[in-house]
């Protein structure tokens, strides 16, 4: 993928993760693809029909069956109504998360930041951990709220990898002044469901680059393995 919207593609287990960066917000759209050609998007974040199209011309011969949100900020919806109307995909969102997406085109206003009318999701009851069917092979959902009230991580074991949305950042971790967010709640979410994820795991983020566990585990200055994060300091 192009410059402004580069991707990173890499053979994971039997399927193909990419990804996009999207909108005034920098914000990652991740696409898993398996190896007979399905995919599903995670977090459409295209904001403008010039991105749409980029995101068309890179996919190739991919044939896009659903649509998944891990929260649904504005950034991370942009796109939905697009992927609804080219593909026929609502997102799935957890009912968690219902006031967030109801709010998120008004929100968009507030930034200067226009998004098409958000199509009716379809609401999941993601509280707690479940194994989804992800093209034939297994990923678990989790339940991780702090930086939003219905936020969750999509992990596949086998192949190592998480996406995170904007629950852990390399070195950092998503901000917790928006409505419904809550530090430590952020807080407990990362030890109690990333941080026992094994060190070598890919995280890979709602913005910026990806990372490890291990990597977070050791260097986080906000929430780390020592205890000594700013968040974790009484």
Request: with cysteine; hydrophobic share 40%; proline share 5%.
């Amino acid at each position: 993928m192009a410059g402004g919207g580069a991707g990173v593609g890499c053979e994971i287990w039997r399927m193909e993760l990419k990804h996009w960066t999207f909108g005034p917000f920098q914000e990652n759209t991740w696409l898993i693809r398996s190896a007979d050609g399905r995919g599903i998007v995670i977090d459409p974040g295209m904001s403008n029909a010039a991105e749409e199209a980029r995101f068309e011309r890179d996919l190739e011969d991919v044939e896009v069956v659903g649509c998944w949100l891990t929260h649904a900020h504005l950034d991370h919806v942009a796109g939905a109504a697009y992927i609804a109307r080219k593909f026929g995909c609502v997102p799935q969102v957890a009912k968690a998360d219902a006031a967030t997406y109801q709010q998120a085109p008004l929100a968009g206003r507030v930034y200067g930041f226009e998004i098409a009318d958000l199509p009716e999701p379809t609401w999941c009851d993601w509280s707690g951990r479940q194994v989804l069917d992800c093209l034939g092979e297994a990923v678990e959902v989790r339940f991780a709220p702090g930086h939003a009230p219905g936020h969750v991580v999509f992990v596949h074991h086998e192949a190592q990898w998480v996406i995170a949305g904007d629950v852990l950042f390399r070195e950092s971790v998503g901000r917790t002044d928006l409505p419904g967010g809550d530090a430590e709640v952020l807080r407990r979410s990362i030890e109690r469901e990333l941080f026992d994820l094994p060190e070598e795991f890919a995280v890979h983020c709602g913005h910026g680059p990806s990372t490890t566990i291990g990597h977070e585990k050791a260097r986080n200055p906000f929430v780390n393995a020592a205890g000594s994060g700013m968040m974790q300091r009484g």
